[in-house]
Structures are given as C-alpha cells and as structure tokens.
C-alpha cells in the first residue's frame, strides 16, 4: 500500500533537466542485464541526484547508478540466501509530480519494513558519515593505539569450567527497541564493575545510540575505569570498516547478525577479526540461519537469539529446537561454543538452555534492571559466581 509522505509545490516542472537514463543498467560483476523498477521511478531517481559537490552531472549520475546497482546486487544475494533484510535504497523515495507539485510516495521499496531493517537503513548512513570523518587508513593506523585484545572465548570457557555454569557475558543496556528505557539511572561504568564483581565473565556493549542510547566511548572508558572482562562490541555490522572502528574502541569481539548478512560477508568479516586477534559472535534466530553459518568453516562461536529481531517475539526453547539432532552433533564435534541470548531471567532458565547445550548466555534486561546488578547476577543464576565464591 502506497501512501503519501511530503508533499510541495517546485516552481517549475521543466527547470529540471530529466535524465535519458532508461529502465536497464549494466551489471558489471556479471556482465549482463540487471532489471530495474519501472523506468519512471529510475528516471525520478536519478533527477533526484542532487549535488554536495561540485562533481559534473554526468559523473554524480554514474556514481548514484553504481550506488544504486551495489545495493540492489546485494539484496539479490541476500535474499537467494533467505535473507529478508534488504539494504538502504540510495536513493530515498522517488519524487513525483503533479502539475506544479512535487511530492514522494512511502511504498515497500522504499520504507523499512521492520525494525531490524530501519536500525540497519541508519547504520548504513551513519558509517557513510563516519568513514568520510576517519577513513580506512587512518583508522587502521589508530589501531597501534588502541588497548590489546583480550581473549574473549577463553574468559567463556574458563568461567564455565570454573562455575559449572554457562559464562556470562552481562550485556550493559540502557534501552531497547522492544522495551524501551531499561535503567533511567544509568552510569555504564558502574554497572560494568558490578557485574564483573559478580562473576561475569565478559560484558556486551551497546554501541548504537539512536535505537539502544548505547555509545561507543563507553567501551574506552570501562577499560580506562580498570574493567578487565572482555568486550563485546554489540553493534548492527554491515561493513568492514565497523570492525576496525570496534577494535579502536576497544572491542575484543563483534556481533555478526546472519538475518542481515550473506555468507561471504560473515566469511570475510570472521577472517578480519581473526587477523586483529578478535572474537567473531554469529547470531541466528531459525534453522535456516544455524545452517548457513555451520557451512561456513571459519565460524568458532555461535550465538542463538531466543528474540525475533523483525517482531520482538522470545521464546527460549528457540536455543533447544536449535541445537537438537544432527545441528547440535556437528556443534560438539567442531567444539563450538554457543551462546544462548535473550528472554533469560531465572535460574529455570539458565538451567534449561545449559541442558539444551550452550556453554554461554547473553543476559541484559534481567540484570540490568536490578537496583544492584551484582546481586542481580547471582539472582540470575541462583547462588554466588564471583571469583571470591569458587
Ligand atoms: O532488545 C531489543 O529490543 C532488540 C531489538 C532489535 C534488535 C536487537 C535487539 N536486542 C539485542 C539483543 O538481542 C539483546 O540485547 C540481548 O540478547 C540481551 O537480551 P535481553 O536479556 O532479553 O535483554
């Protein structure tokens, strides 16, 4: 369904020069023909090309072309793989005219369908701004400073074995989409002591500030505050840059999310974080997802989210359903360490998803709520995890 998002009048219909772009580009990766949207929304795309330079017309309508070929070649790929997060159309919606009218029309290509879409159409214009302001290079050289990377699996594993118990990685959230504000009392640095205090043994952090009032600096400042459990940049990854951005944070891991990237990218983002000593957490919510990633060989630690990020829904037999049969045999046999995430409160809980096989879960709202989030930490587990209590 189509509906009308802005509407104003332009002084004249004919002062702007249309396009002779038609309705067939070429795709250069695989030399033939691509399909396009019907002509007249290309031709409004591409005379809506206006400019923040002074590049010539032509070149700015070549650039928004390949721009425009790059996202529609990966939604392609995407969705061949069952992906239904589709990337941020480059150009917004198309204008259209009336008489002396103009105005743009909200329909499915051009408006985010869901949550997880609209978080990820703004990460893709963030990181644009982003990467003009600090561009590869400069952050690459930014990495000689930035604090060495602590092991993240490890501190998993040797919780585990120390307590018995899945380790924890204590995720330190303001806010959320689905919940709204968790903790209006909230100083990240704080609560971060508290739950290594408690027995965490690593912390998640949200970086994303407009959906989750996270922050990247408060990677740094935990670190700087003596903070010494691994961090995981929670973060909507969609480029490599992020990656290089996390780590000169202070980021000893990444959160890669299969329902929003194609195999070759988790592949080759998983490779990245390698080669800078850095954890790689790949989270699926369904089967199909658990799949596509036990296919990718470089894949060492799996996160299951019991939250459907596209309608909020949890469910925490979602960790059980997929780590049964043959999934979790091929999971043992390649001793990867899986994360149970989300909709986790109780030590019924943490029991059921330790008994369906993880070695790990990711806790935020239970504990973050807590008006002491150490207590809240062995309230979750139902006794004392601290270093002092084993
Ligand atoms: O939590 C949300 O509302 C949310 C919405 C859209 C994308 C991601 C979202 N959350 C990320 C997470 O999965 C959780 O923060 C994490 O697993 C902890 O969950 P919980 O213990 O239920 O707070």
Redesign the pocket.
């Known amino acids: 369904m189509e509906g009308l998002a802005s509407f104003r009048a332009v002084p004249s219909f004919t002062s702007r020069p249309r396009s002779s772009i038609l309705g067939t580009a070429l795709n250069p990766r695989r030399g033939n023909s691509l399909s396009l949207p019907s002509s007249s929304s290309f031709i409004v795309r591409a005379q809506q090309m206006e400019s923040k330079d002074d590049e010539p017309e032509p070149v700015k309508i070549e650039l928004k072309i390949k721009e425009w070929e790059n996202s529609m070649y990966h939604n392609e790929v995407a969705a061949s793989q069952g992906i239904r997060i589709r990337r941020r159309p480059p150009t917004g919606p198309p204008l259209h005219y009336v008489g002396p009218f103009e105005f743009r029309l909200q329909n499915e290509g051009n408006t985010p369908r869901n ?2 879409e609209e ?1 990820i159409w703004h990460k893709d214009t963030q990181v644009a701004q982003l990467k003009e302001r600090q561009p590869l290079y400069s952050l690459k050289k930014a990495l000689d400073n930035a604090p060495p990377v602590r092991d993240f699996i490890g501190a998993l594993r040797a919780a585990n074995s120390r307590t018995g118990l899945p380790g924890l990685i204590a ?1 330190v ?1 303001k806010a ?4 709204g504000v968790l903790r209006e009392n909230f100083d990240p640095v704080e609560i971060a002591q508290a739950y290594e205090k408690g027995g965490a043994a690593c912390l998640s952090v949200l970086a994303d500030e407009k ?1 989750f009032q996270g922050s990247y600096d408060n990677m740094l400042a935990r670190r700087d505050a003596g903070v010494k459990c691994p961090l995981l940049c ?1 973060e909507f990854i969609i480029e490599a840059w992020q990656i290089y951005y996390a780590r000169s944070k202070g980021a000893d891991a990444i959160l890669l999310i299969a329902a929003v990237l194609p195999d070759l990218d988790i592949k080759y983002m998983t490779k990245i974080c390698k080669m800078l000593g850095m954890a790689t957490l790949v989270e699926v919510h369904d089967e199909r997802e658990m799949d596509r990633v036990l296919g990718i060989e470089e894949v060492e630690f799996i996160g299951i ?1 019991n ?1 459907n ?1 596209e309608t ?1 829904e ?1 469910d925490i037999s979602n960790t059980k359903k997929l780590l049964e049969g043959k999934r979790g045999e091929e999971i043992r046999k390649r001793d990867i360490i899986v994360v149970g ?4 409160f109780t030590p019924d809980d943490i029991a059921y998803v330790q008994e369906a096989g993880v070695k790990a879960v ?5 504990i973050v709520k807590q008006s002491d989030p150490e207590k809240g930490v062995a309230g979750l587990f139902g006794k004392d995890i601290s270093l002092q209590s084993v």
Do not use: H, M, T
Request: charged content about 30%; proline content about 4%.
């Open positions: 949550i997880l978080i995720e959230k959320s989409p689905s919940r959906f929670k989210n939250r990020l909020f949890v995430e989300s909709g986790l990711l806790v935020g709202e239970s």
